[in-house]
């Protein structure tokens, strides 16, 4: 039985994490629909191949049947995570994916029950997506254990793969996302800002409808969570605009359009971005006592008593950070160290699983205590 098996193992993401895991010498089968793709790439690699697409559940069967897991790198996972769990479930294979997807997120977590029963671990946002924001919040959970409300954010460097860029022009027709009160809850794109220092100096911050909005309440049992990523300063004010003609973008022709200038056009960032780039991540825990918020322009100010905790990462860039964390994670779990059932990455091998990965630091402002 071989140890891991790559669906969508040809598209950017998923030669960078066969690249990893065949150099760590994991038993690798490649895998996805294209036949030349998945061919070319197994003799490359000197590997064992399949070929199947996900709406032939007897050939996913097949090849579920012959490892200990599979890494879903095909996105959008709104449409492959859910064929894939189903065949895990039938053949008992632990299943990972690289998801950012909040609806993925949270439809995997109702599976928890089906996935303890049958033995297997379910554990989507193996990834950038979310690895380092959901240690960073159980992280901060512990270091102040009654926080009530949960702010994460990141600032990347480099480019977007294709299968990135598709994700989000299928996402042009929806809006931003927060959780409040532990229920997610829709909102507007553009219309929440702050300032957040990432370590570098202040910066520009949007909400964004980024994964941690479902995984962190998983991890952390907090119930108010938004996470920020660093825009330039014009970009909130944009997104506003963008909102309002959303249900255009998000048509079938526009979208079959920018889908087709994202094959032309895009193709990720190359070996030297990755080498050398980085990536920012913050996190803030408040515990309040008595809610107090002024509006001053488009930017929230929050003037709260009670405690607050901040802590930071500087990892390696994205597309780097997402290859080395999401073969930890396969490693760990091929060996029999996960727990079974639905798992965030940070619920599964803790807040320190991120320290396992080459190039990440983190440091702790702390524990302010309100007037």
């Not at 001053?296 to 860039?317: C, K």
Request: proline share 6%; net charge negative; aromatic share 6%.
């Amino acid at each position: 039985m071989a140890d891991l098996l790559v669906y969508g193992s040809y598209g950017y993401t998923g030669r960078l994490v066969v690249d990893e895991a065949t150099d760590r010498g994991l038993d690798v089968v490649v895998a996805g629909r294209d036949r030349d793709a998945v061919e070319n790439q197994a003799i490359r690699q000197g590997c064992e191949e399949r070929v199947f697409a996900l709406d032939e559940p007897r050939l996913l069967d097949l090849a579920l049947e012959e490892v200990e897991a599979v890494l879903n790198c095909a996105g959008p996972f709104a449409r492959t995570a859910e064929p894939v769990v189903e065949g895990c479930l039938r053949t008992g294979t632990h299943y990972l994916d690289i998801t950012g997807e909040i609806e993925v997120f949270e439809r995997l977590a109702a599976e928890d029950e089906r996935a303890e029963k049958a033995g297997i671990t379910v554990l989507p946002g193996v990834g950038f997506d979310v690895v380092p924001t959901d240690c960073l919040a159980a992280h901060l959970a512990e270091r102040l254990p009654e926080a009530d409300r949960l702010a994460l954010g990141f600032e990347a460097s480099g480019g977007i793969s294709p299968g990135t860029a598709k994700t989000a022009v299928r996402g042009l027709g929806g809006g931003g996302a927060v959780r409040r009160d532990g229920r997610i809850e829709s909102a507007p794109i553009g219309g929440d800002t702050r300032r957040i220092d990432f370590g570098r100096g202040e910066r520009t911050a949007m909400a964004v409808p980024w994964g941690d909005v479902s995984t962190a309440y998983h991890t952390t049992g907090i119930g108010d969570v938004a996470v920020y990523t660093a825009v330039p300063s014009w970009a909130p004010r944009a997104a506003r605009v963008a909102g309002i003609v959303g249900p255009l973008a998000g048509s079938g022709p526009v979208q079959s359009l920018l889908e087709s200038l994202i094959d032309a056009r895009v193709d990720g960032p190359d070996e030297r971005v990755r080498r050398e780039g980085e990536s920012y991540v913050w996190g803030e825990a408040r515990r309040l006592d008595a809610p107090r918020s002024e509006r001053q322009g488009r930017e929230q100010v929050e003037t709260d008593d009670g405690e607050r905790a901040v802590s930071r990462l500087v990892a390696p860039e994205t597309y780097r950070l997402t290859r080395l964390a999401a073969v930890e994670i396969a490693e760990r779990v091929v060996a029999g160290d996960a727990p079974t059932g639905f798992r965030t990455p940070a619920g599964a091998f803790g807040p320190d699983l991120v320290l396992d990965i080459e190039g990440v630091e983190r440091t702790d402002e702390p524990v302010e205590t309100g007037p």
